[in-house]
């Protein structure tokens, strides 16, 4: 549960250094995602809420132990994650005019427009999300995990077996590891309906075919003496991950044009130094591997095992962040999205946080 809430806060982090240079790189992210001036996060929102998120956690960690320490027995104790996760689901839809609420609505918004993609126009913000939420599928599973745990009263018996093996978790596993990807996919559908770019439906090839390698490491994760298995997942990731790695260079980031004045770029740059972009290039590539290892199975103990997804998953979050970035540069130089009647993006002007 503390891995969840550290992730979320990650995530939220690199969220606020993405505001912070989209706002230094003069990239008008406010008019791109449509959001209010008045209204949207500035980068110090973002850095305290995440600073704020994270003390909560570690405070309800350190009563935890000091509880266990004095005395307490587990069953007493163990409910307090479960009031924390609470009165945290509480405060994103409470209806009072307080801490966000313009944000907060906004945040639940786009997630129902996802939740239900083929039925909804897609917007610039809703797949942008979407995307977000490919990158914390392992967030998703603590999620399913902490609210089976309580739902079901395990914290009481200290007894968890419904909800880490049987029919019920590899079901579940199976649906949480699809569903990010399914709703991107029928984003991609509703956008060639709208638009009839066949570029919308090689976009959601890419989402299938992280579905099926998706699959193929779930199923061998429980079948992991089976060679055949493990042939099927080198293949379907191999395939995913390149599917993924030109997509993001050629299509989200714009670059890898042979022809552009600047070699193997773009034309157009936001950043100055272009030593960056192909560091970026690398970055993210190594990245993109790291993550496909979470599911090539090292032979460490329990601990150590849930220690390394912890860290690969953080590692998949940062490439995210980073992918965030470069992903706004494109469409703030070159309007790719079609989302507005207009042929550029305003540059924007200045506003009270320009101090």
């Known amino acids: 549960m503390c891995s969840m809430f550290a992730l979320l806060s990650l995530h939220l982090f690199m969220y606020g250094c993405n505001l912070f240079l989209w706002k230094s790189s003069r990239i008008n992210y406010n008019f791109i995602f449509e959001f209010q001036p008045s209204t949207a996060l500035k980068y110090r929102d973002a850095f305290l809420i995440c600073t704020s998120l994270m003390t909560a ?97 395990s914290f009481k018996t200290h007894r968890n077996e419904m909800c880490k093996s049987g029919k019920f978790y590899r079901e579940t596993a199976y649906f949480i590891s699809f569903a990010p990807y399914f709703w991107r996919a029928m984003q991609c559908a509703r956008r060639w309906y709208d638009e009839s770019d066949t570029n919308h439906l090689a976009n959601m090839g890419k989402y299938v075919s992280a579905m099926v390698a998706a699959g193929a490491r779930l199923t061998y994760a429980q079948q992991s003496e089976s060679k055949l298995w493990m042939a099927i997942v080198l293949v379907t990731s191999l395939v995913a991950t390149t599917y993924q790695l030109y997509w993001d260079f050629v299509k989200d980031w714009g670059l890898l044009n042979p022809k552009s004045k600047n070699p193997w770029l773009r034309d157009d740059l936001i950043v100055k130094n272009k030593s960056i972009y192909y560091v970026s290039i690398a970055f993210n590539f190594v990245l993109r591997v790291a993550w496909l290892e979470t599911v090539m199975g090292f032979h460490v103990g329990p601990f150590e095992s849930r220690l390394l997804d912890f860290f690969l998953a953080s590692l998949e979050v940062i490439r995210r962040g980073h992918w965030n970035f470069y992903r706004l540069e494109n469409e703030h130089l070159n309007n790719v999205g079609k989302f507005r009647a207009v042929l550029a993006v305003p540059l924007p002007f200045r506003d009270i946080d320009s101090d």
């Not at 587990?74 to 924390?84: F, Y």
């Not at 599928?137 to 745990?149: G, K, N, Q, V």
């Open 57 to 153: 956690v570690v405070a309800a960690m350190v009563i935890h132990l000091v509880l266990l320490s004095n005395g307490f027995s587990p069953q007493q104790v163990d409910a307090i994650p479960g009031i924390l996760l609470l009165m945290f689901m509480t405060l994103l839809i409470c209806p009072l005019n307080v801490l966000y609420r313009p944000t907060r609505f906004c945040f639940l918004r786009v997630i129902r427009n996802i939740v239900f993609s083929p039925f909804y126009k897609v917007l610039m913000v809703d797949f942008f999300m979407a995307d977000q939420l490919t990158s914390q599928i392992p967030l998703l599973r603590h999620m399913e995990s902490t609210a089976c745990y309580f739902i079901a009263g």
